[in-house]
């Protein structure tokens, strides 16, 4: 498993000047739909591609197991959720069990295949032979 911890930057000239040296709380900014407050860490750093929940599900995949995060709007506003280890299909985040759904029904070796360029084109070798006119 893969842990990253991230430290906050330093204050920013406005946080300085006008917040008294006080650093904005991330657990209370605005999110980009506008309905829930908090951030992971940084306002833009939202998971638009699902990344965390296709994590959570190849973890739990290869392991049995998996850390379930608890986002900052759910974590720090009432009712109040835990981070938790999932050893149970259903304590997963619904996004990631519809991601292990997914690996397990496909097809992974032809999806990997392509991917690597194992399936190329026969016409993609032409493509390589540059004709000099010198």
């Given at each position: 498993?893969l842990?990253?911890?991230?430290m906050?930057p330093?204050?920013?000239?406005d946080?300085v000047?006008?917040k008294?040296?006080?650093?904005?709380?991330?657990r209370?900014?605005?999110?980009?739909?506008?309905?829930?407050?908090?951030?992971?860490?940084?306002k833009?750093?939202?998971?638009?591609?699902?990344?965390?929940?296709?994590?959570?599900?190849?973890?739990?995949?290869e392991?049995?197991?998996s850390?379930?995060?608890?986002?900052?709007?759910?974590?720090?506003?009432y009712?109040?959720?835990?981070?938790r280890?999932?050893t149970?299909?259903?304590?997963?985040?619904?996004g990631?069990?519809?991601?292990?759904?997914?690996?397990l029904q496909?097809?992974d070796?032809?999806?990997?295949?392509?991917?690597?360029?194992?399936n190329?084109?026969?016409?993609?070798?032409e493509?390589?032979?540059?004709?000099?006119?010198?």
């Open positions: 498993m842990m990253v911890s991230m906050k330093p204050l920013t000239e946080e000047q006008w008294k040296g006080v650093r904005m709380d991330n209370a900014a605005s999110r980009n739909d506008g309905h829930r407050k908090g951030v992971r860490f940084f833009d750093d939202e998971d638009f591609y699902q990344l965390e929940d296709t994590l959570m599900a190849l973890c739990f995949l392991a049995g197991d850390w379930v995060p608890v986002p900052p709007w759910k974590q720090f506003h009712p109040f959720e835990v981070s280890r999932a149970d299909l259903a304590a997963l985040t619904d990631a069990r519809q991601q292990l759904e997914r690996m496909g097809d070796d032809d999806d990997y295949d392509s991917i690597n360029g194992c190329q084109r026969e016409d993609d070798s493509l390589d032979n540059t004709d000099d006119d010198d």
